[in-house]
């Protein structure tokens, strides 16, 4: 069936009648179906639509009101119209079977050609109507669904146009304050700067007139006034070294740290430290050892900054050991990195807490031994500025082991590097 015309079936078992149908029907210019038996009309009814069924009543071996009652049963064909052509009897109770079968008429041969073609005519056209209502039903259908998918690509676009607004106001106001922090971390760090150096030097006047009187220069001293000397001399020196601390750390946020790089010979480093702890450890009560391989080593780095780490880890392990020995374990991996760790038997470290004792101003010890919290801070930081790490092990009742890993060498590139990456150390 195309979109112009529609099929007509004409049903008999006489191709002469077929012929004869065929050419009454010929002028309304439609595509006109043959089936010579009801089980050929039945085929035809299940692949094609059509307008109208022309049925012949009287048929070998299926008659016509058998094929009208099994199409009328069948969903897709139940609203044929159906027009019966009979020349048996003309008796009311066939008419009235013909019709309880589901036909919408009745004619009997012969028949009048203008009235058969002009009631076929009739469903033909009734037919086309129907067509296209459902023609425009679908349009119909296919508009509102554009219309609602346009609404919603249009409420997509608008959330979008939204989103993006907002996304780009959010990225304004985190600009802002990216500004606004790095604006507050400067003048702090110039605050610090500013303020370490104006207090380092009243501080040193103040322990150097008090280690002056300690040696008697002004005269003798009574046991009280020593002792207030003392506790002087030793609040100005944790003072000083609170200041130093800040300085440093003043330096790395901002980027200004210099690395100066040499040879670094282990474990020579380590046994002069060692020294230099000796009268805290002695004070403490703790015994120094020191555990390599037997071999000495040198790596090229700042050995004034491995110092400052190594010399930081010894004090906090005498510091807080309890007064049980520490060990030093130095050793070179097979990359020819050195690795340090400094091993105590004091308090150890929640594993809660790992994490937050290498952050600023933190003391997470129970102890009250005197700390500027920033010792670890400025260390684990110089460390990564020597592309190297600091870390912990700890446990809590047994003790704690930092290891400090620092690489065969550091290049001039990994300075410049390591200097610009100063500032945004964490």
Do not use: W
């Not at 610090?192 to 007139?209: C, D, F, K, Q, W």
């Amino acid at each position: 069936m195309t979109a112009d015309h529609v099929n007509i079936l004409l049903v008999d078992d006489r191709p002469e009648n077929l012929l004869a149908l065929e050419a009454i029907l010929e002028p309304l210019g439609q595509n006109l179906i043959r089936a010579e038996s009801g089980p050929d009309a039945l085929k035809q009814v299940l692949v094609l639509d059509f307008a109208v069924i022309l049925l012949d009543v009287q048929m070998p071996d299926m008659n016509g009101f058998e094929v009208a009652e099994i199409i009328k049963s069948r969903e897709r064909s139940r609203t044929i119209p159906i027009i019966f052509l009979s020349a048996i009897s003309k008796e009311d109770a066939y008419v009235f079977k013909g019709y309880s079968m589901g036909a919408v008429d009745y004619v009997f041969k012969p028949f009048n050609t203008d009235v058969l073609r002009s009631k076929v005519a009739v469903f033909v056209e009734l037919f086309i109507k129907q067509r296209e209502l459902q023609n425009q039903g679908e349009l119909l259908r296919e508009s509102q669904k554009r219309e609602l998918e346009l609404e919603h690509r249009t409420s997509l676009l608008e959330a979008e146009a939204r989103s993006a607004a907002k996304l780009s106001q959010m990225n304004e106001e985190l600009h802002r304050r990216q500004v606004a922090l790095e604006q507050a971390m400067g003048a702090r760090n110039r605050f610090y700067a500013s303020m370490s150096h104006e207090l380092r030097t009243p501080i040193n006047a103040v322990i150097g007139y008090s280690t002056i009187m300690l040696d008697n220069i002004y005269g003798p001293l009574n046991a009280k006034q020593k002792e207030g000397l003392q506790r002087t001399l030793k609040a100005a020196r944790h003072l000083l070294e609170l200041v130093n601390d800040v300085l440093d750390l003043s330096k790395i946020e901002a980027g200004k740290i210099e690395l100066s790089l040499q040879p670094v010979m282990f474990p020579s480093l380590i046994e002069d430290l060692f020294v230099t702890v000796r009268p805290l450890a002695d004070e403490y009560g703790s015994t120094l050892s020191l555990d390599t391989d037997g071999e000495h080593f040198n790596i090229v780095s700042d050995p004034r900054r491995v110092r400052q780490i190594l010399l930081n880890l010894l004090s906090n392990a005498i510091k807080f050991g309890e007064g049980k020995p520490i060990r030093v374990l130095c050793k070179r991996n097979e990359d020819g990195s050195a690795q340090i760790e400094v091993i105590d038997q004091g308090l150890g470290i929640e594993q809660d807490d790992i994490a937050r004792i290498f952050e600023e101003f933190v003391q997470v010890s129970e102890s009250k031994q005197p700390g500027t919290g920033l010792g670890l801070p400025i260390s684990r930081r110089l460390a990564q500025l020597l592309d190297g790490s600091l870390t912990v092990r700890s446990v809590p009742g047994e003790g704690s082991a930092f290891r400090l890993t620092l690489p065969a060498s550091l290049g001039d590139d990994a300075v410049s590097t390591a200097e610009l990456a100063a500032a945004t150390v964490a």
